[in-house]
């Protein structure tokens, strides 16, 4: 996140879903960023369900927050860790596989171009597929959205 604000100028804001891990020199950078990078912890987005906000409510507002043009930069991890075990730092919480594709269909819906799209993290273990099965099925939802986003 930090390299590409600096090296790439036209990035106009990063937004941020999911996030549960993070240092106390990157909670600096995201205070002091006036807006330029808006996050959603993982925490605040379960309070807020707990408290009868829906995905729907929520998954629009951060779509909100995006600009037009937008690149999804999908960090697997970012998943309940129970779907992608041998992936990442184990910490607790992260979306279900159905609220990320959920968020994506809305995205779509929104008519925001899907530019690009990386995906990190999908972790590899011996006599285990279960990790590139749901990359798998992630990079598949990914190359969709991004086949069928407006030009």
Known sequence: MYNALKEVPEIETIVQAGVRDFGSDEWEYVKNSNYKVITYFDKEIKERQYEGQTWRYIAEEIISKLPQKVYISFDIDGLD????????????????LEQVFYLFTKLKESGKQIIGFDLNEVGIAVNNEWDANVGARVLYKLCNLLASSKS
């Not at 860790?81 to 992936?87: A, D, G, V, W």
């Open 81 to 96: 860790r129970k779907l992608c075990p041998y992936t990442g730092t184990p910490v607790p919480g992260g979306f279900e």
